[in-house]
């Protein structure tokens, strides 16, 4: 399947947190391209894909509820983020696609947990994305680097700190400011 992740083209840096810095690992386009191919299915292509075209923290995707789609915007309600504040975001043409091949459900948590109970959990996506990576034999790679290299990807293409700020819903610029070694 080609997916496509470039927001820019744009080379970013790749840190692989091979340092053990903590820092996830930045995932260039192509790097994301092949990771998507590696995940087993539509609802963790589409998981996954909402962590990275909204920048979005592993939890606060969790806990979305499909009446936060509407058309194409996805609303990340503040009882659920860890800034407690509501922000909304725009769905790229590639999310779109991923939406339509995942088939959501009705009402009720966007990605029920086992046997369609309650939702899955961090550590379930955890696992799911770990998986993924060892097969490609990829360390480093962690759910945040999807906001990372998202963040990455942004400041690429001339957006400034400010309007990252604004989309990916950090509470300051300071906590802003650490994705680029600031």
Same mark, same amino acid.
């Given at each position: 399947m080609a997916l496509d992740f $470039?927001?820019?083209?744009?080379?970013?840096p790749s840190d692989g947190k091979n340092n053990r810095s903590g820092k996830a690992a930045? /995932? %260039?386009? %192509? &790097? /994301?391209? +092949?990771?998507?191919?590696e995940l087993v299915n539509e609802r963790d292509r589409f998981l996954f894909g909402i962590c990275y075209f909204t920048a979005s923290r592993i939890t606060e995707t969790l806990r979305l509820e499909r009446a936060d789609?509407?058309? &194409?915007?996805?609303?990340?309600?503040? #009882? @659920?983020? =860890?800034? =407690? $504040?509501? #922000?909304?975001?725009?769905?790229?043409?590639? *999310?779109?696609? /991923?939406?339509?091949?995942? %088939?959501l459900p009705t009402a009720g948590p966007l990605f029920p947990g086992r046997h369609g109970r309650g939702q899955l959990t961090r550590q379930g996506a955890d696992w799911l994305l770990r998986e993924?990576? +060892? #097969? *490609? !034999?990829?360390?480093?790679?962690?759910?945040?680097?999807?906001?990372r290299s998202f963040v990455? &990807?942004?400041?690429? +293409? !001339? =957006? $400034?700190?400010?309007?990252? &700020?604004?989309? $990916? !819903?950090? =509470? @300051? *610029?300071?906590?802003?400011?650490?994705y680029f070694g600031a």
């Open positions: $470039t927001l820019v083209d744009l080379p970013t930045i /995932l %260039k386009p %192509k &790097q /994301l391209e +092949e990771l998507f191919d789609i509407v058309q &194409q915007t996805i609303t990340f309600h503040g #009882r @659920n983020t =860890k800034t =407690k $504040t509501t #922000r909304q975001a725009a769905m790229h043409p590639t *999310l779109v696609t /991923l939406m339509e091949e995942y %088939k993924a990576c +060892e #097969r *490609l !034999g990829w360390v480093g790679v962690s759910t945040h680097s999807f906001r990455t &990807q942004m400041a690429a +293409e !001339g =957006k $400034t700190p400010a309007q990252i &700020q604004r989309y $990916t !819903g950090h =509470k @300051n *610029l300071a906590s802003l400011l650490h």
